[in-house]
């Protein structure tokens, strides 16, 4: 007989869209468990791109908060790490080495650059290090 073997990630699952980046996160100091989701960038064409943030409590609908992300791109990696949203990289005509976190996905703050641009690939967390 075969075991079935589940995954739960109760704090973070990352869904990276083809027109923005979609993340949910457990962002709260409290004890009670807070998720939310958050669709950041993107675009609407191969020259229209996009730099709002998006966020919703329920999952059912989305609404935008502000000041829009810092960079203008779709194809950004995003994870969590810290209790922070950390998004990286991205391609606005050209490939970004930008890389911004956020405690609440209104406040933007810049942590560094890629040492090469990239997009459309992932940003994982591997011990205390972020691997793109």
């Given at each position: 007989?075969?075991?079935?073997?589940?995954?739960?990630?109760?704090?973070?699952f990352?869904?990276?869209?083809?027109?923005?980046?979609?993340?949910?996160?457990?962002?709260?100091?409290?004890?009670?468990?807070?998720?939310?989701?958050?669709?950041?960038?993107?675009?609407?064409?191969?020259?229209?791109?996009?730099?709002?943030?998006?966020?919703?409590?329920?999952?059912?609908?989305?609404?935008?908060?502000?000041?829009?992300?810092?960079?203008?791109?779709?194809?950004?990696?995003?994870t969590?790490?810290?209790?922070?949203?950390?998004?990286?990289g991205?391609?606005?005509?050209?490939?970004?080495t930008?890389?911004?976190?956020s405690?609440?996905?209104?406040?933007?703050?810049?942590?560094g650059?890629l040492?090469?641009?990239?997009?459309?690939?992932?940003?994982?967390v591997?011990?205390?290090?972020?691997?793109?």
């Amino acid at each position: 007989m075969r075991k079935r073997i589940a995954l739960f990630l109760p704090l973070v699952f990352l869904l990276c869209c083809t027109n923005g980046n979609l993340i949910t996160s457990n962002l709260n100091s409290s004890s009670t468990p807070l998720y939310k989701i958050f669709y950041i960038g993107g675009s609407t064409n191969a020259a229209n791109y996009k730099s709002e943030v998006f966020v919703s409590n329920n999952s059912a609908y989305l609404r935008p908060i502000g000041p829009n992300y810092p960079v203008t791109a779709y194809g950004m990696s995003t994870t969590i790490y810290q209790n922070q949203i950390i998004v990286a990289g991205g391609y606005n005509g050209a490939a970004l080495t930008d890389v911004n976190s956020s405690a609440d996905g209104v406040n933007w703050s810049p942590i560094g650059n890629l040492p090469a641009g990239r997009f459309g690939g992932n940003l994982v967390v591997f011990g205390s290090n972020l691997l793109y």
